[in-house]
Structure formats: C-alpha cells, structure tokens
C-alpha cells in the first residue's frame, strides 16, 4: 500500500527531500533552509512536513543512513546529509549518489584518529612502531578500514554505536575513530589527536537521485531552484551592502574618485544615482557591495573622497547568471559520472 501511494504522489509530481530527524544537523539544517527562504513547517513531532509556497515539495524527517537509501531507491528525490554518513556507506560505490552541493557550510567535523593522552606517540608514522595490535573502535568501520589498510597499521576493527570516548577507558579499545568538533569532549575524557590522523573533512551536503532528475524535468527545475538560492545564500554571508551619500557634478566623475580606492567598485562596479536634496546642491546615493572583512577600510575610503552618511545593511542573497555548480550537475546528468 505504502508503495502505490509512493508513485501516485510521483506521479502527480509530489517531490521529496529528506532532513536529518535528529541531533545537531536537524537543528542547523532548518536554520539554513530558513536563511535560504524556504520556510519549514512541521506538525509537532510528525515526520512529515512541508516548504511553505511549494506545494509540490513533501519534507520527510529521517535518520541521515535512512535519508541515504531513500535518495538511492528513489523515494527521496533529495536530501541534506553529513559527508561523513554520506562517505561511509557510499564508499565501494562513489558514483551511487549525486552529490549536487558538496558544501553547506554547516555541520563541519573532522573524523579522526585519537589515542590516549598518556601514550607518547603524537603521529600516524609513530603508531605504526608500536608494537601491538591497535584495538579500534569506530561508528564508520568503511572508512577505518581504508584509511588503516593504506597506512599499513595492524589493527583489529571493532564496530560501535553510542559514545565512543570512554572506549579506552573501560578497556573496550586502545584508540577511537570518531567525529569531532571542538576536541573538547576528547580533552575531557583524556584522549588526544594525532598528526596525520584526521580521516575525513565533513559538512553538510545536498544529494540527488541521479535518475529522478535525468527523466522528470521538473524535478531538475526544482533542483536547480535549491541550488540556486543555496549557492546565493552562502555567496552573501561574506558581503554587506553599503550606502553613502555624496557631492559631485557627475556620476562619471564620482566614479573616477572612487576608482582611485581601493575597495570601493563592489562586484561589478558601484551603483550611483542622483539624490533630490532639499539642501540644494548636487548629491548622489552610491551603493556598493562589499566583503564584511573590508567594512572598516571601505568606509574610510569612502570618507576621504568626500562620502558621509554611510548605512550598511545585510545582504540576503548574490545570484549569479547561472550557478556553477547548476551546470557541473547537467554534465554529470550527462555522463556517468
């Protein structure tokens, strides 16, 4: 029953994405899809939601391994899941999902080697002179194993769920492979990471079923549709708009001024229009967009050609004509790849 009702809301176009159920990646994946504009709504703790002014887009709360399958099998056509999970189950088969974004830029770990405190190894390289066999626990037994086999350790893998820190402690272990964030939860259980240990760079991306969107163009549409207000999004974290006032005879002549700056021609040039003062004289509003780090240096620039009255606001979203990543994703719809 639950299959036909899978392939009638397909076939009346009903699309499906996937967001983690629970931990800290739910909580960061809402926000940033609500930074995107699309605004999540949920029914208390049911695990069906939805995107408000996209009626065709049903929203499924999972577990990230089940957001994984889902996607494969085609009952999700997207999802929003960990490199980490992602990497793990997709190891021996790289091109079994379509990695459209590989970078949200939220949900950053690192997955790696840590080892005892005590012990006066500090790298890889010193590890393998210890002579014994390195008990290890891990929740990603598929990228261990790689890892440890490239690196000619001699090990013997043990697979484990819950909190993997205290496995040296009770004896369960000799070292751990896990996520880790601040290393402070390492510290505090007296572990510590090692040089040449770090396995995996993971943040959160965004993943297709590769052939949902080579045979229903509206599913590409809406695809396209994410990644362009993704990739807006994240473009405009690292900008500010900044208005000011100033005299001039010309908008060509201001322009010259501020040539003469650095920092000052935005993105593609700064926008000058003529003001309607009461004051009398001639004014022009200039708009520029500038990167947050530069705020300070803009503004005294802007001040020693004469700017005053300077209001900086947030910048939301920087579409480009076309995003990048839009046209690497037709290319790879392409090929096999």
Same mark, same amino acid.
């Given at each position: 029953?639950?299959?036909?009702?899978?392939?009638?809301?397909?076939?009346?176009?009903?699309?499906?994405?996937?967001?983690?159920?629970?931990?800290?990646?739910?909580?960061?994946?809402?926000?940033?899809?609500?930074?995107?504009?699309?605004?999540?709504?949920?029914?208390?703790?049911?695990?069906?939601?939805?995107?408000?002014?996209?009626?065709?887009?049903?929203?499924?709360?999972?577990?990230?391994?089940?957001?994984?399958?889902?996607?494969?099998?085609?009952?999700?056509?997207?999802?929003?899941?960990?490199?980490?999970?992602?990497? $793990?189950? &997709? @190891?021996?088969?790289? =091109?079994? /999902?379509?990695?459209?974004?590989?970078?949200? *830029?939220?949900?950053?770990?690192?997955?790696?080697?840590?080892?005892?405190?005590?012990?006066?190894?500090?790298?890889?390289?010193?590890?393998?002179?210890?002579?014994?066999?390195?008990?290890?626990?891990?929740?990603?037994?598929?990228?261990?194993?790689?890892?440890?086999?490239?690196?000619?350790?001699?090990?013997?893998?043990?697979?484990?769920?819950?909190?993997?820190?205290?496995?040296?402690t009770l004896g369960y272990s000799d070292i751990i492979v896990d996520l880790v964030s601040t290393g402070q939860t390492l510290k505090d259980n007296r572990l510590k990471r090692i040089q040449g240990g770090c396995i995996l760079q993971s943040q959160a991306c965004f993943i297709a079923n590769r052939k949902i969107l080579r045979e229903n163009q509206h599913a590409l549409e809406t695809c396209r549709t994410f990644l362009?207000?993704? $990739?807006? &999004? @994240?473009?405009?974290? =690292?900008? /500010?708009?900044?208005?000011?006032?100033?005299? *001039?005879?010309?908008?060509?002549?201001?322009?010259?001024?501020?040539?003469?700056?650095?920092?000052?021609?935005?993105?593609?040039?700064?926008?000058?229009?003529?003001?309607?003062?009461?004051?009398?004289?001639?004014?022009?509003?200039?708009?520029?967009?500038?990167?947050?780090?530069?705020?300070?240096?803009?503004?005294?620039?802007?001040?020693?050609?004469?700017?005053?009255?300077?209001?900086?606001?947030?910048?939301?979203?920087?579409?480009?004509?076309?995003?990048?990543?839009?046209?690497?994703?037709?290319?790879?719809?392409?090929?096999?790849?």
């Amino acid at each position: 029953m639950e299959t036909k009702n899978v392939k009638e809301n397909f076939n009346s176009n009903m699309l499906r994405i996937g967001i983690p159920s629970k931990g800290r990646m739910t909580s960061e994946t809402q926000d940033f899809l609500d930074s995107c504009g699309f605004k999540l709504r949920r029914n208390r703790q049911q695990y069906i939601g939805w995107l408000e002014g996209f009626p065709d887009i049903q929203v499924v709360f999972q577990r990230q391994k089940d957001i994984i399958n889902g996607v494969f099998n085609g009952n999700l056509a997207y999802g929003i899941v960990g490199l980490d999970i992602l990497s $793990e189950f &997709t @190891l021996q088969e790289p =091109n079994k /999902i379509l990695i459209v974004h590989e970078d949200l *830029g939220f949900g950053s770990c690192t997955l790696e080697v840590s080892i005892p405190e005590n012990w006066v190894e500090n790298s890889i390289e010193e590890l393998k002179q210890r002579n014994q066999t390195l008990r290890v626990a891990s929740k990603f037994p598929s990228l261990t194993k790689e890892f440890f086999n490239k690196r000619g350790l001699d090990f013997e893998l043990f697979r484990a769920e819950g909190t993997l820190e205290v496995a040296p402690t009770l004896g369960y272990s000799d070292i751990i492979v896990d996520l880790v964030s601040t290393g402070q939860t390492l510290k505090d259980n007296r572990l510590k990471r090692i040089q040449g240990g770090c396995i995996l760079q993971s943040q959160a991306c965004f993943i297709a079923n590769r052939k949902i969107l080579r045979e229903n163009q509206h599913a590409l549409e809406t695809c396209r549709t994410f990644l362009e207000y993704f $990739e807006a &999004t @994240l473009r405009a974290k =690292n900008y /500010i708009s900044v208005f000011i006032n100033m005299r *001039g005879d010309t908008p060509e002549s201001i322009a010259e001024k501020m040539a003469t700056k650095e920092n000052l021609m935005g993105l593609q040039g700064p926008t000058i229009s003529p003001i309607i003062s009461s004051e009398g004289g001639s004014w022009f509003a200039i708009h520029i967009i500038v990167e947050k780090r530069k705020l300070t240096k803009t503004i005294r620039a802007l001040r020693e050609i004469g700017g005053s009255g300077v209001v900086v606001s947030p910048t939301l979203f920087i579409f480009e004509e076309e995003p990048l990543r839009y046209k690497k994703l037709l290319k790879k719809l392409e090929g096999n790849q």
